[in-house]
């Protein structure tokens, strides 16, 4: 559990529960547990719902739980926004409020309730488009898992490579949509009438996807539709290459951080305090490494330090 020098005013302790993450604090960890269990039902409900036969009998029961889910994403919504100047004291309240709502999370957490109250103020949207949107809940969680943040600093990282690959792609795209449509417009007018028609057949073909319903049908378009479908496997693997290497560097930075920061910890007195031990344990929560994965770091980092003549106390 956090220790807090002095009251917390309700507007911090707010802003703990649902922005916070300390580790110990249980009550944030309930809560956090009851938002997702939410959002998860929420998503499960919208679901089921787009099934006619489920949509005809169980239709006011899945009515009364969507206005349950909304009225309790809005409380939710109201009290992120009230404590949002709790978390950016630099900030005036209005300015701080603000950030929050133009936010990722917030654009997210006004976008799972939007539709609702777009529809009781009689704006007729398609049902289709409702559900799609009302299906953005499934990005709430993000609040508490850093996977998406994770993926696009890993392709900001390496933002050049993965545009010099993308330029590859598009080329190879590009030229054999040009190719097919010369080897089979005349075979199949239907499918290769013009470029823009044969890039579809390329995407799919490039990418692996393979679907079938397009594919060249003369001796040319089938050694064309073999050169292209390898070029795909080597494009496509150049993209994954370049996210999973940016992924296991990052890693890799954030475990140099953890071990910097256990460095810096033992630089006094060779001991690991209360304090230390709670900010290495939000470092952890933040890096999203394991207790094993933490402990394994701090281990070895005090062998290290008893290899050079320190007797350190874990």
Not at 6 to 25: A, I, N, T, W
Not at 138 to 167: G, P, Q
Not at 204 to 233: E, N, S
């Amino acid at each position: 559990m956090s220790h807090h020098r002095g009251p917390v005013s309700v507007q911090l302790r707010c802003y703990q529960l649902l922005f916070g993450k300390e580790p110990g604090d249980k009550a944030r960890v309930a809560l956090e547990w009851v938002i997702l269990t939410m959002i998860v039902a929420s998503i499960l409900t919208i679901i089921l719902e787009s099934v006619p036969a489920l949509h005809t009998s169980y239709a006011r029961a899945f009515h009364a739980f969507e206005v349950f889910s909304v009225a309790f994403f809005s409380i939710e919504y109201l009290f992120r926004l009230w404590c949002a100047p709790a978390g950016r004291t630099h900030l005036t309240p209005t300015r701080a409020r603000l950030k929050y709502v133009l936010s990722f999370h917030g654009i997210i957490d006004l976008l799972a309730i939007l539709p609702f109250y777009l529809h009781v103020f009689g704006l007729d949207l398609d049902l289709r488009f409702m559900r799609a949107v009302r299906m953005l809940r499934v990005l709430k969680i993000s609040h508490y898992n850093t996977a998406l943040e994770d993926l696009f600093s890993a392709i900001y990282d390496e933002r050049r490579s993965f545009v010099s690959a993308l330029y590859i792609l598009a080329i190879a795209i590009l030229l054999s949509a040009c190719l097919a449509y010369t080897v089979e417009h005349q075979a199949q007018p239907q499918h290769f009438g013009s470029i823009p028609a044969a890039m579809w057949w390329s995407i799919v073909t490039l990418t692996t996807l393979g679907y079938g319903d397009v594919y060249p049908v003369t001796i040319a378009g089938k050694v064309l539709g073999a050169i292209t479908a390898l070029l795909g496997v080597c494009t496509v693997a150049l993209l994954t290459g370049i996210v999973a290497n940016s992924f296991a560097n990052q890693m890799a930075r954030k475990r140099a951080i953890f071990e910097s920061e256990v460095h810096k910890a033992l630089s006094d007195d060779q001991h690991i305090d209360e304090e230390e031990q709670e900010i290495l344990e939000r470092l952890r929560i933040k890096f999203g490494l394991t207790h094993e994965h933490a402990n394994a770091i701090t281990k070895r980092v005090l062998e290290e330090s008893k290899g050079r003549g320190h007797h350190p106390h874990p």
